[in-house]
């Protein structure tokens, strides 16, 4: 693996929409596909596989903790075979106008 930079990056915003909405939405096919425009598959189960758009980007489910925490690992079609998945770490914290939601990319190949 000699060579590897990893990029880590940080997204917070406040979005519309319940805690509960976002997670249910991030982890079922036919609302992930709504909310990105890209043909997705979900899995609402640790171990369970996923894809989204259009199968760019595969990976697994971590951990969740239900309307609070989406941890999974990622991968897109452009990784090497040699370079690891990346992480995404989903919080979402219940605001007064919404919903606070931090996404969290780590070990991201610098391509």
């Not at 998945?85 to 990319?105: C, F, M, Y």
């Amino acid at each position: 693996m000699g060579g590897f930079m990893a990029i880590d990056f940080i997204v917070s915003d406040v979005l519309p929409a319940s805690p509960d909405e976002i997670y249910a939405a991030w982890l079922d096919s036919e609302t992930h596909t709504e909310m990105t425009g890209g043909a997705a598959t979900a899995s609402d189960e640790v171990g369970g596989s996923f894809t989204a758009w259009d199968d760019f980007i595969m990976g697994k489910n971590i951990a969740l903790v239900e309307n609070t925490q989406i941890v999974q690992s990622w991968r897109t079609t452009v990784f090497k075979d040699e370079e690891p998945d990346s992480n995404l770490e989903i919080t979402l914290v219940p605001v007064s106008n919404g919903t606070e939601i931090t996404l969290i990319h780590t070990n991201l190949p610098e391509h």
